[in-house]
């Protein structure tokens, strides 16, 4: 997802603008630029590439003025060209902007008829050209934003700025997340509250469909239909500590070591001290009123769903259907009667899975959702929102998130195990001790690193390579191929191990590593039976085990990485961190960008 930021203040507003894209490279981008106005007068700057390459610009072309709007650009429409950077300008307008116009083809056409030429290929230009157009007629530069704004169909957050006008941004949002940051005589605009968190802990959160007028004097807010609308002013606490590398080489390492810290503090959530249960807040769901619990999310979180069903189903004995967001929603499922529709997303802004809330909101008993942000769309649009307490997770490859949803999901399956009579308080006390041991399990794991690089190392060399595993552990190998095609670009897939011999098997030869997930539980043998098979035809396992489970294995393993010993309910969230390693190492190995591969954004808030 692209980033914005928009300052009215007091001070030379350019070097404050890069800072805060530099807050937001996390979501992935591929050009950065700040427009100004400066006595008057609106300025840009562009480049192509890192903010190092605008900041580098600006040494040699300073920007000055106190006013300004920046963005981080994804490219949707049009390649990633200095000229189809942001900020867009089209006479006294520029303007920023994340998202799609749907509508840009039909609204195009129409000004090319009118005799107007373009710059540029992307979506985006439409709106400084319609909106300069407008003023051209007459209307103020607010009048003149709302009116654009009506003709827009699509997904989008927008800031502008205008010639001749050094205390005004007009900022809109329906779909894409947007935030005002208020300040002591100034204010400011961004895509979340980390851009800004170094200016203000004072925040906004625009709803959808809302257009603000921002002056240093503060925000006038009116919703869709143009009515004045009030929206509350919220304290953020974030913690400034968490967005930088704290010495290690990337944020996905320093994310993926966070991750005992973290379960700890969601385990502290929802695990009262010295406690044998799991408490939610108050309004949670009865899940003895639930008969079937629908779950949708995409990427990363889909397979926390798929993961969660298992636990659902064999310890609440509740039906799952789970489902990829984008699927869901056109598909558009009957909903039955005494359904729990359960969310996932890391941001709480992912569009499909927030179109997917939507179209449950009058079909469904309730709405919940597992998020890592509490003021986000997803959370505030639910009955109820379970945070997962991760902090923030700059790198674009999920880790931290990921455990902590497991972990929160898990707690949640054992909250409807009890409410439906499935296990007795002693076993969900059992199953508590358990998780209370996870951070300690996790440490052991992360200690595995060396091995873990070593096979790595091997494995870099690799085009292609297998996961396999069963159970519990498909899911996890699903997300580690994900994690490994994601940072290294190293072709990946996954499999359930019962499904070798129905296709892929065909592919096993000397050349290809298969790593297999398989810890010494049920179905263990079954895994090495299926591991076997890949030996036979000369591929290189690389097992992924407890001690036990590489003892029994037997020789050929071209790699075997050890892990702790753990309930087997809770082995997906233990075994997430050699998948993690993996990936990290193998991509490190092959010098690709670890924290923000090429072509992904953070959180995916357009189709």
């Not at 004995?317 to 009957?334: K, Q, T």
């Not at 931290?400 to 999901?409: D, I, N, S």
Request: with cysteine; net charge negative.
């Amino acid at each position: 997802m692209c980033g914005i930021v928009g300052v009215l203040g007091n001070h030379e507003v350019a070097p404050i603008l890069v800072e805060a894209l530099k807050r937001l490279e996390y979501r992935g981008y591929d050009s950065a630029g700040i427009a100004t106005v400066n006595d008057g007068t609106l300025d840009r700057r562009r480049a192509v590439g890192k903010l190092v390459n605008l900041s580098d610009l600006l040494v040699h072309d300073p920007l000055p003025g106190k006013s300004g709007i920046g963005h981080t650009r994804w490219a949707t429409h049009g390649a990633p060209t200095e000229a189809n950077a942001h900020p867009h300008r089209a006479g006294r307008v520029a303007v920023v902007h994340n998202g799609i116009i749907e509508n840009f083809r039909e609204l195009r056409a129409e000004l090319a008829a009118a005799g107007v030429t373009f710059a540029t290929q992307t979506d985006t230009e439409l709106v400084a050209l319609l909106t300069e157009r407008h003023m051209a007629e007459g209307l103020a530069p607010a009048e003149a934003v709302f009116k654009t704004l009506d003709r827009l169909t699509g997904a989008f957050a927008l800031a502008l700025l205008f010639q001749g006008e050094e205390d005004l941004i007009i900022a809109a949002r329906k779909g894409s997340p947007l935030a005002i940051g208020h300040g002591e005589g100034e204010m400011y605009v961004g895509s979340d509250a980390i851009a800004l968190a170094p200016l203000t802990d004072r925040i906004t959160y625009l709803e959808e469909g809302d257009r603000a007028i921002v002056t240093r004097a503060g925000v006038e807010i009116r919703d869709v239909e143009g009515r004045l609308v009030n929206r509350p002013v919220k304290q953020i606490q974030l913690d400034a500590a968490r967005i930088d590398k704290s010495g290690h080489k990337h944020f996905m390492a320093k994310e993926i070591a966070e991750q005992p810290q973290v379960i700890a503090e969601a385990l502290n959530a929802y695990l009262p001290a010295g406690g044998d249960r799991v408490v939610l807040p108050e309004g949670s769901p009865d899940f003895s009123k639930i008969d079937r619990l629908v779950m949708v999310a995409c990427g990363t979180a889909f397979y926390a769903c798929l993961t969660a069903k298992y636990w659902f189903e064999q310890i609440a004995r509740l039906p799952v259907e789970v489902d990829i967001a984008s699927e869901f929603r056109y598909r558009e499922p009957p909903v039955a009667p005494r359904t729990l529709a359960l969310f996932v997303s890391q941001s709480g802004e992912t569009a499909d899975t927030l179109a997917a809330l939507r179209y449950c909101t009058d079909k469904a008993d309730s709405l919940l959702s597992v998020v890592n942000v509490p003021e986000s769309s997803i959370a505030r649009e639910s009955g109820m929102a379970l945070p997962i307490h991760a902090g923030v997770e700059v790198g674009v490859a999920s880790t931290k998130a990921f455990t902590c949803q497991l972990t929160v999901l898990f707690m949640l399956a054992l909250k409807a195990a009890a409410d439906r009579g499935a296990l007795s308080p002693e076993q969900v006390a059992d199953h508590v001790a358990a998780l209370r041991g996870l951070p300690s399990a996790l440490n052991a794991a992360l200690d595995e690193g060396p091995a873990i690089r070593k096979a790595a190392q091997s494995l870099s060399e690799a085009r292609d390579v297998l996961f396999l595993g069963r159970g519990l552990m498909y899911p996890l190998a699903l997300e580690g191929a994900l994690k490994l095609k994601e940072i290294s670009y190293i072709h990946a897939e996954a499999y359930a191990s019962g499904e070798l011999k129905h296709g892929p098997i065909a592919l096993i030869d000397k050349h290809m590593p298969v790593v297999v997930m398989a810890p010494r539980d049920a179905l263990f043998d079954k895994s090495v039976s299926n591991m076997q098979e890949v030996l036979a035809r000369k591929g290189k396992v690389v097992l992924i085990s407890d001690e036990a489970g590489i003892a029994e294995a037997g020789d050929g393993i071209w790699a075997a990485i050890r892990m702790p010993h753990v309930q087997p309910a809770l082995t997906p969230i233990l075994y997430a961190v050699p998948a993690q390693l993996l990936a990290y190492h193998t991509a490190v190995a092959k010098g690709t960008d670890v924290d923000q591969p090429r072509n992904l954004a953070k959180s995916v808030t357009v189709e």
